[in-house]
C-alpha cells in the first residue's frame, strides 16, 4: 500500500519546517496529529433510533469505516430520554485512514461548505487539539445530494501531540489547514508589501 500523500508531506516539508519554526532539535518531538474523531448526536431528533442509524450510515460513507452507536447513560424525563437508548455514532480514523481523510477534508470538503472564507483559528481546547462542527452532510463529496433523508451535523476533533494551542496550529497550518486568521495576516502582507 503506497504511503498516503498527506502523510508524505508530512514527513518530508512539515517536520523540517516545524523543527525550525517552533525550535525542536529531536524530529520525534515535533507534533504529530494523533487520530481525527466524527462524531454525530441525533439527541434532538423526535425518531431518535431512525436517525442514529441515518448518521450511522453517513458517517460510514464519509470517512469508509463503520463507526460505533453511543447510547445514553441515564434516563432524563424532560428530554424524554430512557437510559441505554440510542442518542449518536462515533467513528475514530487513525493511520491511513486518517491521513487520507484529512487530505479530502482540507483540499475538497472545507472549499465546499457555504460563503467558505477558512475555518474557525481559535478552538483548541488548551491542549494542542482543534474542534470543529460541520452543520450539514451536504459539503462532503461522497454525500448524493439527492439520497439525502435529513440534514444532519458533525462534530470533528482532531487530535495531536501537541502540548500547547501554538503548536497545535502551526502543526495543522503547516499540513494545510485552510485557517480564517492565517489568511487575513497573509492578505495584509501582500497589501503592505504592493
Known sequence: ??????????????????????GYTNPNAVPRLEKIVVTSCMGKAPDRKL????????????????????????AVANFKLRADEPLGARV???????????????NITAPNIRDFRGIPYKSFDGRGNYAMGVPDQSIFPEIE??????TIGFDLIFVTSAPTDHEGRELLAALGMPFREAHKKENETETNVA
Open 51 to 74: 436517525a442514529v442509524e441515518d448518521a450511522a450510515n453517513e458517517i460510514t460513507k464519509i470517512t469508509g469505516q463503520k463507526p460505533s452507536i453511543t447510547f445514553s447513560r441515564k
Open 1 to 22: 500500500m503506497s504511503t498516503p500523500r498527506l502523510l508524505q508531506h508530512y514527513r518530508e516539508k512539515a517536520i523540517p519546517a516545524l523543527k525550525e519554526k517552533l
Open 145 to 150: 445530494i439527492d439520497q439525502i433523508k435529513r
Open 92 to 106: 475514530t480514523l487513525r493511520g491511513a485512514r486518517m491521513w487520507e481523510f484529512l487530505d479530502r477534508f482540507i
